[in-house]
């Protein structure tokens, strides 16, 4: 069992659906993360909260809208998304870290959600 | 810029014996982490062991150890007595700015009965 919840593992959506994706950690970490995975490549950094403060946008396009309501949640809205943005999207979470202060400590993963776009 | 090269698309193993994946790095990072992450067919991203730049001796996880040369700037995996749940894909990273992790391409293994 992973100690990072991502809700839903599926889902399916239109483009012009607006749904979102919800990770929750209660390992007392500070930095949480959204990442992209497409089949049989690497998983690519979307954002990185710090400290509930959005700390990296990876040039996300803003169909893709991230929120950290509390240091446990991460959400990740999604608005008239494209058949392209059909992947796996993957949470994590890390003890966290201050400015340009890197910690260098380990990402926890949750299982990932699968988006399917029609 | 960090980078992380996985040279390795797949790798066969029998089952009981030991793997090794390699994984070499570039950065100009004083500091950095490297990192080794499981992924099986069902997507969930393992974390599997951790080797500081620092740190003097090679990191060891159970079955897994890391042979880590600072010099040549590798970072290989060492999968000892392989089982049939070790079939997967395995991702080198390491951390840049920010605590950014950078992923190879990865490698996947298949282990034989």
Redesign the interface.
Known sequence: DTEVTQTPKHLVMGMTNKKSLKCEQHMGHRAMYWYKQKAKKPPELMFVYSYEKLSINESVPSRFSPECPNSSLLNLHLHALQPEDSALYLCASSQGYRGLFRENQPQHFGDGTRLSIL | AQKITQTQPGMFVQEKEAVTLDCTYDTSDP???L?W?KQPS??????LI?Q??YDQQNATEGRYSLNFQKARKSANLVISASQLGDSA?Y?C?M?G?????V????TILRVKS
Do not use: D, Q, R, V
């Open positions: 500091s950095y982490g990192f992450y069902s997507g969930e991203m393992i974390f951790y500081g730049s894909m991702f990273a951390t700015l920010g605590n950014k992790l992923f190879g391409a990865g």
